[in-house]
């Protein structure tokens, strides 16, 4: 059994690193971000104990409870004045904290980092807007050629552990699955970047064959931005009993449901395709300007398609040459995400 720990202030690294102490993580944003840092924390409660309150954009709270090595969470408050700002700094320094990693390294995570009342602060490798200036120690060394899980496992290490397997505890509300028959698809077909989004006349061949192959039950996803999209993909589909528009209205638990119970998953460079990724369900991603080695589907079973063109990944919003949608995009036919669509679920039964 571990000493008590006192809560007297002392900042040697040998009282964390020895003890059970009280660790505070700030990681704002974004799903797939969030995603990415529960590894890390695993790996610290599986070998340590240690559990974790969290600094997290309110919007993003209820995906965060649902992270089973966090005991709190502390929502930023989505309108930043001076009564939200007094509530948050109160509620962030109700606490003395013994450790503190910021796993956004940006000026803001910084700055909430340095305001919690905490012995240590510890910042990642990939710090930016001078928020190292902040940090008492950083995390690991600059790689670029690692996923982002990967990368955050720069936290345990620098604390001395590592793992050989990367685990991602979600509790799965228990909340009613979708009432459809199976298999149950969902297709994403939108992202915050214009240069990520896969055309959506594109998507509806590819549904068209899942349904007629698989007899699948397809669910369209994304926010309020993308209801006009998939709700045109919807209608040019004409399987009003095979097509459900999702987009706009479903909440971060109900996703995390969606996604749990999903048997596959085709998605553009999004927030629900970590989350579905976690969860253990293949994915089929589409990968124009970001680089599938950092941040593409992690795990096995997945496939990944790009456009065979030399600028990508740019890692451009806006597309260089002003192509709307980007080639990187255009460029991935919809024959072959059905070929990977059916081979990531051969042998699952739904073939």
């Known amino acids: 059994m571990n000493p008590p720990v006192s809560h007297q202030a002392d900042d040697s690294p040998g009282k964390v690193r020895g003890a059970v102490p009280r660790v505070l993580v700030v ?17 610290l409660h599986r070998r340590l104990g240690w559990t974790f309150d969290w600094v997290v ?6 995906l965060v409870s ?14 930043w004045n001076r009564r939200s700002a007094r509530e948050f700094l109160v509620e962030l320094r109700r606490r003395y904290y013994h450790l503190v990693m910021d796993m956004q390294g940006l ?40 996923h982002a899980v990967e990368e955050l496992q720069d936290f345990p290490r620098h604390l001395g552990i590592a793992s050989p397997e990367y685990r991602f505890p979600i509790r799965v509300p228990e909340l009613p699955p979708p009432a459809a028959p199976r298999p149950h698809v969902i297709l994403v077909p939108g992202s915050r970047w214009p240069t990520k989004s896969w055309p959506w006349e594109k998507f509806v061949p590819v549904a068209a ?17 993308d209801r006009q999209t998939c709700e045109t993909i919807a209608r040019e589909l004409k399987r009003p009993g095979n097509v459900f528009n999702r987009a706009g209205e479903t909440s971060l638990q109900e996703l995390v449901v969606l996604c749990a119970t999903a048997d596959l998953m085709i998605t553009v460079d999004s927030g629900p395709m970590h989350l579905a990724a976690a969860l253990g369900r293949p994915v089929v991603a589409l990968f124009g300007p970001t680089d599938a080695v950092r941040t593409g589907p992690f795990g096995e079973g997945h496939r990944v398609l790009t456009a065979p063109v030399t600028c990508r990944p740019c890692f451009r919003r806006k597309c260089r040459y002003g192509s709307v949608p980007a080639p990187c995009m255009t460029g991935i036919h919809p024959d072959d995400v059905v070929r990977a669509a059916m081979d990531v679920t051969r042998g699952s039964g739904l073939d």
């Open 57 to 62: 954009k309110e919007q993003y709270a209820d």
């Open 66 to 79: 649902l992270f089973e090595p966090v005991d709190r969470v502390i929502p930023f408050p989505r309108r």
């Open 27 to 43: 990681k704002l944003s974004s799903l797939g971000d969030l995603v990415h840092a529960l590894p890390a924390l695993d790996t």
């Open 107 to 146: 000026l803001r995570s910084a700055l909430i980092a340095r305001a919690a009342r905490a012995a240590l602060t510890i910042g990642p490798s990939f710090h930016r807007e001078g928020s190292f200036l902040f940090y008492r120690e950083i995390a690991g060394k600059r790689n670029k050629n690692r």
């Open 209 to 225: 064959h899942l349904i007629d192959a698989l007899r699948a039950t397809i669910f369209l996803v994304g926010d309020d931005r």
